[in-house]
């Protein structure tokens, strides 16, 4: 197994243009977040998935963020209309539940920078 | 709500130096795990330890070492005799189900 990928790995966009981003978990891994982080700033919890089921989404993620896993599988993040402030770095992480609640250790991919114009 | 600080941006040291990095943390669960993080500029996070909140015993795991001290909600990390490719962001991290990061400490190992 290769890690967790995400595509594309930077991403330049016009503000007001969709983007699209893709994560590959571990394959045995059930569960995927998605994470954003900007500069100088540690990442900050955005959604995260168990199989297909979105079971949870922050305040940060507004109405025109949407995440998918069909199939719980890939997953992938979709900004509509972007605007400047969603310049980040997106993160995917996936995890293989722990028998205990909050002892997961993520492994994270290298992420997807996104710079807004 | 839950809260990790990491009061030092930037640390700087010459080979061989040992460094510490300070996390303090704020949460009301009884139970709760507590981790390190390491980012290195090609920007993958990667794991390094991971410490449960039943467990205030202080372990060394090659050159790492590790000081949780639950009076002071304190879980602090030692990298002895750094070496350059130590050079990286260390984050620290808070559990539930969803990981609090720390603002992170950039670590800059000078030969």
Redesign the interface.
């Known amino acids: 197994d290769t890690g967790v990928s995400q595509d594309p790995r930077h991403k330049i966009t016009k503000r007001g243009q969709n983007v699209t981003f893709r994560c590959d978990p571990i394959s045995e891994h059930n569960r995927l977040?998605w994470y954003r982080q900007t500069l100088?700033?540690?990442?900050?919890?955005l959604t995260?998935f168990q199989n297909e089921a979105q079971l949870?989404k922050s305040r940060l993620l507004s109405d025109r963020f949407s995440a998918e896993r069909p199939k719980g599988s890939f997953s992938t993040l979709e900004i509509q209309r972007t605007e400047q402030g969603d310049s980040a770095?997106y993160?995917c992480?996936s995890s293989d539940p722990d028998s205990?609640?909050?002892?997961?250790?993520?492994?994270?991919?290298?992420?997807s920078?996104l710079t807004v114009l | 709500a839950q809260k990790?600080t990491q009061a030092q941006t930037e640390i700087s040291v010459v080979e061989k130096e040992d460094v510490t990095l300070d996390c303090v943390y704020e949460t009301r669960?009884t139970?709760?795990?507590l981790?390190w993080?390491k980012q290195p500029p090609?920007?993958?996070?990667?794991?390094l330890i991971?410490r449960?909140s039943f467990d205030e015993q202080n372990e060394i795991s090659g050159r790492y070492s590790w000081n949780f001290q639950k009076s002071t909600s304190s879980f602090n990390f030692t990298i002895t005799a750094s070496q350059v490719v130590d050079s990286a962001v260390y984050?620290c991290?808070l559990?539930?189900?969803?990981?609090?990061?720390?603002?992170?400490t950039t670590v800059t190992v000078r030969a």
């Open positions: 977040y100088g700033q540690g990442p900050e919890f995260y949870e770095m993160l992480a205990v609640s909050g002892a997961n250790v993520l492994t994270f991919g290298a992420g920078r | 990790v669960d139970t709760y795990y981790f993080y090609s920007g993958e996070l990667v794991f991971r449960n984050f991290a559990s539930g189900y969803k990981l609090s990061f720390g603002a992170g």
